[in-house]
């Protein structure tokens, strides 16, 4: 027992609660600025947690948390693009949906990405694995196809589905592009966030304010 309860393990075991934690609460709060607080400035919201990501990542890096590593901005403009299709596709998902179909539609990326790297670069998984994901696929299928109010939301299918399929594809190139640059999770966002907060959600903001002011607020079902 006294080995399991080291410090690296219970380091692990911290971040990992600290993730869950974050991931689960960051969700909650945008539904509830969407729907509660009515802000339904999709692309609006998405650029201020960016902004916040930069100043975030610049503070770290500062306090010694991790080495920036300089990177040639053009080298990353391919990863900050797919990291803006795919925050902004999972906010808008979360808008257009209820919080239950937004997180089956987050497990479906693990499936997605299995599924890319067998097309893209023909990695097969083993089979424990594979029998893993038919199990999350079918618990997928059973959620979607059992729940009325989804199935009958095509839209909010629609951009689920976008939003899962970007969100493998950014997960996909964000590790290669960390081979490729040999530079850590942390290095890289530290790298392109400046692009994606000026160059990519800024000007989805700008551009999607003047949509989204005239847009419908979501489905009536999409509640907490």
């Known amino acids: 027992m006294g080995k399991l309860l080291n410090s690296a393990n219970v380091k692990a075991l911290t971040y990992g609660a600290m993730n869950v934690v974050s ?25 201020i947690h960016t902004l916040f990501t930069l100043v975030g990542m610049r503070a770290f890096a500062a306090a010694g948390m991790f080495a920036a590593k300089p990177i040639p901005q053009r080298r ?6 797919a990291y803006v299709a795919y925050i902004v596709l999972c906010n808008l998902s ?20 299995i599924a890319l790297e067998l097309l893209m670069f023909r990695r097969v998984p ?23 109010q989804v199935a009958s939301n095509l839209v909010g299918i629609a951009v689920g589905l976008g939003a ?4 493998a594809l950014y997960q996909i190139w964000a590790g290669s592009k960390q081979k490729e640059l040999k530079a850590s999770s942390m290095q890289l966002l530290h790298a392109y966030t400046p692009q994606v907060g000026g160059g990519g959600i800024g000007g989805w903001a700008e551009w999607g304010g003047a949509v989204e002011g005239d847009a419908a607020p979501g489905p009536p079902g999409a509640a907490l």
């Open 94 to 113: 979360l808008k257009v949906n209820t919080v239950g179909f937004y997180q089956v539609m987050k497990i479906a990326v693990a499936p997605t990405v």
């Open 76 to 81: 990353l403009a391919p990863l900050a693009a």
């Open 164 to 167: 899962t399929l970007m969100t």
């Open 23 to 47: 991931a689960s609460g960051i969700v909650f709060a945008n539904k509830a600025v969407f729907q509660t607080y009515g802000f339904h400035f999709t692309y609006a919201l998405t650029w």
């Open 126 to 148: 083993p089979a424990r694995i594979v029998a893993a994901v038919a199990l999350v696929c079918a618990g997928i299928s059973v959620a979607t196809l059992s729940d009325s």
